[in-house]
């Protein structure tokens, strides 16, 4: 393939209008540059350590590793500034902005925390920062769409297609074409045309890295299995990333079913979906009998996404990695029991990757090992938690 | 005598010193019976080139116009099956019009690149235009392009491709497409603050005709650069203006005839 080092076996590449070709190739130089330079890595370590908070807890989770009889440990992503693992790769990505001299950035968000990591940046970086949004997500994330605002973002409401995170990327990619001579796309799921996918990964890596050196610290050997939610699959493959090499640790990626991957209201592009082209990149991607792209189904926004990142599609080929889904109730109820047995709410996404882990520790002895990466909080979602609970009657 | 439409055409507008005029339309808005009928009207006022849009519920080089004709369209039942359709019977009526696919790449993955191509070329699909598919990308389909000359991929370049051009130029077939500004379809009045130059140097380098494309509304839009381009293709415009006089095809053509006239006398 002439853009082999674009590609992830057969998933991956640059699927974008001739206008941006240029735009990608000063950002993977700019990038690679970055990497290799000592300066730029302090500075990106400095302000993980400063200023979001790293390193994050491994946290032990005593009393779920009693009741589902096997030992549970969970990343604590949600106890950085703002609240999920979003703000690692905003950090590293707005400082790569600032290096290459652009004096503006936009993002997509769906569920609003890459949004508010993005503003965040930009506010302490001093750049101008519009945010797009689907009309659908803004009804649904109130509470972030204020703190965009207040950290002095625009948020610009996207009506054109499904109203929901694949539309806001549509239209931050073309805003991008227009716009790339002074502005920097920050992209916050592994997602995108290379080096996207790439970048993602190298900056949200600092999950895998602090885990791995944690578990080895605290228990001693590596985990038997490392798990993490995927929407495009941002958190999850930080989660990997430094555990791709250790053969023996099981890798598992949570897709969200929805209602059920049955009802086909779901958001399991790696499930049912077939090798497709959206957003720069060939992946899976849930699509119709004509090729259109489907409407993915998740309670939560952060899931609700058609495709998935490139890697993610190479790994699940290639066997290293596995991919389950989670539907909706099993998500809410793994939440709650998070709530009650570790006085932690997790944002609706990690849920899934916990429901999974419950699911796993049964097929699990005493002495085996999960780390489930803990990805976001649950202040964003309670009011979506709190109509959950009213439809189901939970708190009577 | 070129076999392939769109080269056969451009020989013909060279021999006679005229530029092209090229309309971009998409296929199935309101219905595939009304697309039909108004690429026959443009045939017969003189439309050079048509391009047919395949509509794609994800359009990321389109603008606004664009994206909501794709949107009903698709409403409608429009899909790639039926557009081959409306080409096949077109072409069994008697149009001899070039006609260009401008569609998404995922369209085409999703059919199977090699039964699209093979499709292509036995409906009469005489060109492709993949606007999210650069010449990195490229050659999944040209393996199946190969070797033929009834469907031709037609490439694009932007104000910003630069030191691009000239691998973009090489083995490209038809015409090349230019791209008035950074950005999406039908941002009219906004042409890059070097698009003189750009078409200049494009031109320069260009063995094949030169169009240029995205927010083009009358004949007069393209007097500055008339030396560097061999002609111009709407899109946007003539889609508001097809709703506008709600899709009849005696608007289309007089539209046509006389964009093609005023061209002529730039």
Redesign the interface.
């Known amino acids: 393939m002439s853009n082999e080092k674009a590609y992830y076996g057969q998933f991956g590449g640059q699927y974008v209008s001739e206008s941006l070709m240029n735009t990608l190739a000063e950002v993977d130089a700019a990038f690679e540059e970055a990497i290799h330079d000592p300066e730029f890595l302090k500075q990106y370590h400095y302000y993980l350590k400063q200023y979001v908070g790293r390193e994050t807890p491994l946290y032990y989770a005593e009393r779920l590793s009693e009741k589902y009889g096997t030992r549970i440990y969970l990343k604590r992503e949600d106890l950085n500034h703002t609240g999920a693992h979003k703000i690692n790769n905003v950090i590293g990505q707005i400082l790569l902005a600032k290096r290459m001299g652009k004096t503006k950035v936009i993002a997509e968000t769906g569920a609003g925390q890459h949004g508010v990591a993005t503003a965040t940046g930009a506010a302490l970086f001093n750049m101008d920062c519009t945010v797009y949004m689907g009309a659908e997500d803004i009804e649904r994330q109130k509470l972030n769409v204020m703190r965009m605002e207040m950290l002095g973002a625009t948020v610009v409401p996207v009506h054109s297609g499904s109203n929901t995170l694949k539309d806001a990327t549509n239209e931050a990619i073309r805003t991008w074409a227009k716009t790339a001579e002074d502005t920097f796309y920050i992209i916050g799921s592994a997602v995108g045309p290379y080096p996207y996918p790439k970048m993602v990964k190298e900056f949200q890596s600092c999950i895998s890295r602090e885990a791995k050196r944690q578990f080895a610290e605290e228990v001693g050997g590596l985990p038997d299995v490392v798990m993490a939610c995927v929407g495009g699959g941002s958190n999850s493959i930080g989660m990997f990333a430094d555990f791709i090499e250790e053969k023996s640790v099981r890798l598992i990626g949570v897709e969200a079913a929805g209602l059920g991957i049955e009802t086909g209201k779901h958001a399991s592009a790696m499930a049912l979906g077939k090798p497709g082209v959206l957003h720069g990149m060939k992946s899976y991607l849930l699509q119709d009998d004509d090729g259109n792209v489907e409407l993915a189904h998740s309670i939560s926004a952060g899931l609700d996404y058609p495709g998935v990142g490139p890697e993610h599609a190479y790994l699940k080929d290639s066997g290293r990695a596995e991919y389950v889904s989670i539907t909706d109730v099993e998500a809410m109820d793994a939440l709650m029991e998070l709530c009650k047995l570790e006085g932690i709410i997790p944002a609706i996404e990690s849920a899934h990757a916990m429901a999974y882990a419950f699911k796993l520790a049964e097929k699990m002895t005493p002495e085996q090992s999960i780390i489930v990466c803990l990805s976001g909080r649950g202040d964003k979602d309670v009011n979506t938690i709190a109509d959950y609970l009213a439809g189901k009657g939970y708190l009577n | 005598m070129r076999t392939n439409r769109i080269e056969a055409k451009l020989e013909q507008l060279k021999e006679k010193n005229e530029k092209a005029f090229i309309t971009y339309l998409t296929a199935g808005l309101p219905d595939m019976e009304k697309t039909k009928a108004i690429v026959k009207a443009q045939e017969a006022a003189g439309t050079d080139i048509v391009e047919i849009g395949v509509p794609?519920?994800?359009?990321?080089?389109d603008?606004?116009v664009i994206?909501q004709a794709s949107?009903e369209s698709?409403l409608g039942g429009t899909?790639?099956?039926k557009c081959f359709t409306a080409v096949e019977e077109l072409r069994a009526e008697g149009c001899a019009l070039p006609m260009i696919f401008m569609l998404?790449?995922?369209?085409v993955?999703?059919?199977g690149v090699e039964n699209f191509v093979k499709k292509c070329r036995e409906a009469g699909v005489d060109g492709l235009i993949i606007?999210?598919?650069?010449?990195?990308?490229q050659?999944e389909i040209k393996a199946f392009l190969e070797g033929q000359d009834e469907t031709i991929l037609i490439q694009?370049?932007?104000?910003?491709?630069?030191q691009?051009v000239p691998e973009?130029l090489k083995d490209a077939r038809g015409f090349v497409y230019c791209?008035s500004?950074?950005?999406?379809t039908g941002?009219s009045g906004s042409f890059h603050k070097e698009i003189l130059n750009y078409l200049a140097d494009v031109k320069a380098k260009s063995p094949i005709p030169v169009m240029m494309g995205f927010g083009i509304t009358q004949a007069s839009d393209i007097a500055p650069m008339k030396d560097s381009i061999d002609g111009a293709i709407v899109g946007s415009h003539f889609i508001n203006l097809l709703r506008e006089n709600n899709f009849a095809p005696e608007a289309a053509a007089e539209y046509c005839s006389t964009f093609k006239q005023e061209m002529s006398t730039l």
Request: aromatic share 12%.
């Open positions: 794609f519920s994800d359009p990321i080089a603008g606004p994206q949107y698709i899909n790639i099956h998404y790449y995922n369209t993955c999703h059919y606007p999210d598919l650069p010449m990195e990308e050659e694009l370049v932007s104000p910003v491709s630069k691009r973009i791209v500004s950074m950005g999406v941002q």
